[in-house]
């Protein structure tokens, strides 16, 4: 499934463990906050539980959050782009084949 992930951190060094997070899931940084990317429900809980971790600090305040919304397909064909183009294609899980000799 197709997600957002928008994220507003106070604390710069738990900000770039999320962001590290988001691309270690093969999420892409849309906005400087705002990842987009194909995930299971699986890897989306995984990812959830690790950002959990990462907030679990004395940095933490309580204006820190992170939202994770999954976008259906027939949603996601009803978006409406302003500005740069979006193409949902771009983000999408790509398969790999893997020749070995």
């Not at 992930?5 to 691309?23: A, F, H, P, Q």
């Not at 906050?33 to 539980?49: A, I, K, R, T, Y």
């Not at 782009?81 to 020749?99: H, M, Q, R, S, W």
Request: glycine content about 4%.
């Amino acid at each position: 499934m197709f997600l957002w992930l928008v994220y507003d951190i106070t604390s710069n060094i738990l900000r770039n463990r999320i962001s590290e997070k988001c691309l270690d899931f093969g999420l892409y940084r849309f906005q400087k906050s705002v990842f987009f990317g194909e995930l299971d429900q699986e890897n989306m809980n995984l990812l959830s539980e690790e950002i959990k971790q990462v907030l679990d600090h004395k940095e933490k305040t309580d204006e820190d959050s992170v939202l994770i919304s999954p976008v259906c397909t027939a949603c996601l064909e009803k978006r409406l782009v302003i500005g740069k183009n979006f193409d949902p294609g771009t983000y999408a899980e790509k398969e790999c084949l893997f020749i070995a000799k």
